[in-house]
């Protein structure tokens, strides 16, 4: 018999992310910002049930008789780190 819904249960999505920015005056009216950003800065891996690419839930996943059954084939992104400089004039 098919399952209702919410019956499967996945890991729980955890991610801290951070940003830092600081402003330097270069003149009267000119500034200069540096950002430093850190996504998933505890680079915990966080299991995908579908594919990353697709907007719907992969059927191998939920399909009983798939070798794939309950494995998790996929995650989501590591930890990234982005760096940005922007001048204001």
Same mark, same amino acid.
């Given at each position: 018999?098919?399952?209702?819904?919410?019956?499967?249960?996945?890991?729980?999505?955890? %991610?801290?992310?951070?940003?830092?920015?600081?402003?330097?005056?270069?003149?009267?009216?000119?500034?200069?910002?540096?950002?430093?950003?850190?996504?998933?800065?505890?680079?915990?891996?966080?299991?995908?049930?579908?594919?990353?690419?697709?907007?719907?839930?992969?059927?191998?996943?939920?399909?009983?008789?798939s070798p794939t059954f309950g494995?998790?084939?996929?995650?989501?992104?590591?930890?990234?780190? %982005?760096?940005?400089?922007?001048?204001?004039?």
């Amino acid at each position: 018999s098919p399952l209702g819904a919410n019956n499967v249960l996945a890991p729980g999505l955890v %991610q801290i992310d951070m940003g830092l920015s600081r402003n330097f005056q270069v003149r009267e009216r000119q500034t200069v910002q540096f950002r430093a950003e850190a996504f998933n800065i505890s680079n915990h891996v966080n299991p995908a049930v579908s594919d990353p690419n697709s907007a719907t839930v992969s059927t191998a996943f939920f399909a009983r008789n798939s070798p794939t059954f309950g494995r998790f084939l996929a995650a989501y992104d590591p930890r990234i780190l %982005q760096f940005a400089l922007k001048y204001v004039f």
